[in-house]
Nanobody, 116 residues
């Protein structure tokens, strides 16, 4: 199983960035997908998740700014980030969990987002 993130980079505050995650799971449609992030010196935190049937949910600190989406046919996950703030600077990780499990089992290697 591979989850490969892309799209990270450096951006000015207020700008947009779009992250993508390519997933090699054979039954991708049975998995909840999520974006997590970890800032230096901080704990990992959930940014957003989307159910296997497409229902999104967001952490309060990104509501109204970020949009999570999935394409089951292409086996991809995306995170559109708008109105970025310096406090959004972190390593962002894509994760997957089978719909009957509560823990995320599969993780990508992460992509760095830096907002200045």
């Amino acid at each position: 199983v591979q989850l490969v993130e892309s799209g990270g980079g450096s951006v000015q505050a207020g700008g947009p960035l779009r992250l993508s995650c390519a997933v090699s799971l054979s039954s991708y449609g049975d998995y909840w997908m999520a974006w997590f992030r970890r800032a230096p010196g901080k704990e990992r935190e959930l940014v957003a998740h989307i159910s296997y049937y497409g229902l999104p949910n967001y952490a309060d600190f990104v509501k109204g700014r970020f949009t999570i989406s999935r394409d089951n046919a292409k086996k991809t996950l995306s995170l559109q980030m708008n109105s970025l703030k310096p406090e959004d600077t972190a390593m962002y990780y894509c994760a997957a969990r089978w719909y009957r499990r509560t823990d995320y089992d599969y993780w990508g290697q992460g992509t760095q987002v830096t907002v200045s």
